[in-house]
């Protein structure tokens, strides 16, 4: 044996080393000492023996998981034969690895001489687990949540409503996946987990399709998600007040509401509306009919507007307006109501209309016009609401316009003037040219809202219509009727009176 200077050998490898050549008379003294002293040149530590035949030796270790075999080989000696493949399957049969024999790596091994390393000889399969169904939502359920603006909440949107229309998706089933069994190296299964199945939360209002995987509506309607079911309600109830515990709505299909709706808040239907309490400072908006058994107190902020009619108790400083008719059962107070159809107070004995404006297509009916204070109401029939706010609007457009050209050519005309004497600075010379370009601008924009009065007035004449105002009880001084364009200021009480368009004229008849 040769220690060389600076070996880490110990005595225990040079014993080991010693046994696998089947030298077992050796001098441990000598062997400690040559260890010891590492002089680097050969030191006798046994006789020479004649060496046996030593068939190769191996070692296995199995992962924990139980699905991995290696082996660690020792090469035959005293010219021992390689072992076989059949050789290495039966070591690892004895050692309980019976499944999963890698013959082609147990080849290679021995093939290739592979000594003292680990090598992967047999592996099991490791079990597949299975996955549970689930239900894969095609609705945005986010909406439910407060809308974020920022870095606060909109606690008036609250994402109280999920619009659906008939025949849509609501959400699909994904099946259950089976798991698949594993086996180990010893040969005995491994179970897997198998996916769990989950029966679809269809409630009313929705239907399967054929292979009980997908979910849809059944008609127009708002989604709800309770003790894990869905169903589609065809109408939004609200059982108590719109306010910050509902927050706004905006839904498909007609809309109840069994409280009042709180100022600020905002409500748009589909369909019908029913309010059952009062609507305060808020906006209401239906494609159909709007209907509130108390009324409307407005303090100036209520919003209102309806395709169809609206019927109401009464409406208090409001702004109102109707593709159709508006009914008031008591009173419409110091507001903005406008119809192309008929407004009518007659629902009962009071039956007031006083204050505001007053725009309808075809008729205004009431128990009493006006006040005996004298407050100004301005009633309009027989031209379109629409067209005749336009008019208005396009009118004080025009009116803003001449004045802001009037202060144009003033400054045109003092910068013109200092040009003239050669006193126009460079800066001043700029604005000149800004100013002038301005007034074209606004010149423009003055002619084509002169161009869209004329239109409006074309129109409002095509449409007028022989409306007519009737007053069951009286009207008081301080109201201004107007039919057709004609103007007709009440300056004393009348009583049972119909105000109508005759022969160019505005006329006074009887109520019937």
């Known amino acids: 044996m040769t220690v060389p200077p600076g070996s880490t050998a110990s005595t225990g490898d040079v014993i080991s080393a010693l046994k696998e050549r089947g030298v077992s008379d050796y001098d441990g003294g000598v062997i400690k000492k040559a260890l010891d002293d590492k002089i680097g040149s050969p030191v006798q530590i046994a006789s020479k023996v004649k060496e046996e035949a030593r068939e190769a030796d191996f070692r296995l270790k199995v992962s924990e998981d139980g699905l991995t075999c290696e082996m660690w080989m020792i090469p035959p000696s005293g010219g021992a034969a390689m072992p076989t493949v059949a050789n290495v399957k039966g070591f690892m049969n004895s050692r309980g690895v019976t499944y999963g024999h890698d013959?082609?790596?147990?080849?290679?091994?021995l093939d290739n001489e592979v000594f003292k390393q680990w090598v992967v000889t047999a592996k099991g399969n490791a079990p597949a687990n299975g996955?549970?169904?689930?239900i894969d939502y095609k609705i945005d359920l986010?909406?439910?949540?407060?809308?974020?603006?920022g870095d606060k909440v909109d606690m008036k949107e609250l994402g109280t409503v999920i619009n659906v229309i008939q025949g849509q998706e609501i959400a699909e089933k994904l099946p259950a996946i089976p798991g698949q069994d594993g086996m180990s190296l010893a040969g005995k299964k491994i179970a897997a987990y198998s996916g769990k199945d989950k029966s679809f939360p269809s409630g009313k209002g929705t239907y399967l399709s054929e292979d009980k995987l997908h979910l849809y509506a059944e008609y127009d309607g708002n989604v709800i998600i309770k003790g894990g079911n869905m169903s589609v309600n065809p109408v939004f109830e609200v059982k108590g007040d719109v306010d910050y515990g509902v927050g706004n709505i905006n839904f498909i299909g007609p809309v109840t509401v069994h409280g009042n709706v709180r100022e600020g808040?905002?409500?748009v239907s589909g369909s019908n509306m029913l309010i059952d309490g009062v609507v305060e400072g808020a906006t209401l908006s239906s494609s159909e009919s709007i209907t509130i058994k108390v009324g409307v107190r407005g303090t100036g902020k209520a919003k209102l507007y309806a395709k169809g009619d609206i019927n109401v108790g009464y409406i208090d400083q409001a702004c109102v307006r109707s593709d159709g008719s508006i009914a008031v059962a008591e009173a419409i107070l110091h507001s903005d109501v406008g119809a192309r159809g008929e407004i009518a107070?007659?629902?009962s004995k009071k039956g007031q209309i006083v204050g505001g404006s007053i725009q309808a297509g075809s008729e205004v009916l009431c128990e009493v016009l006006g006040s005996e204070m004298g407050t100004?109401?301005?009633?309009?029939?027989?031209?379109?609401?629409?067209l005749a706010e336009e008019r208005k609007r396009a009118q004080e457009n025009i009116r803003q316009l001449e004045e802001q050209l009037e202060k144009i050519e003033a400054n045109v005309s003092y910068l013109k003037g200092l040009q003239r004497n050669g006193q126009l600075s460079g800066e001043k010379q700029e604005m000149l040219a800004k100013i002038?370009?301005?007034k074209f601008q606004v010149k423009a924009q003055h002619e084509a809202t002169k161009k869209r009065l004329i239109e409006l007035e074309d129109n409002l004449e095509k449409n007028k219509m022989d409306g007519c105002v009737r007053v069951k009880n009286v009207c008081h001084p301080g109201v201004t009727v107007t039919i057709r364009g004609l103007r007709y200021i009440v300056r004393e009480p009348l009583r049972f009176v119909r105000f109508v368009y005759d022969d160019g004229e505005i006329k006074i008849k009887s109520f019937d």
């Not at 009633?379 to 609401?385: A, C, K, M, T």
């Open 103 to 109: 013959e082609k790596a147990i080849a290679d091994m």
């Open 131 to 134: 996955k549970d169904a689930r």
């Open 142 to 149: 986010n909406v439910l949540k407060p809308r974020a603006i």
């Open 265 to 267: 808040f905002e409500v």
């Open 345 to 347: 107070a007659m629902g």
């Open 376 to 386: 100004r109401t301005d009633v309009v029939v027989g031209e379109l609401p629409e």
């Open 436 to 438: 002038t370009k301005v």
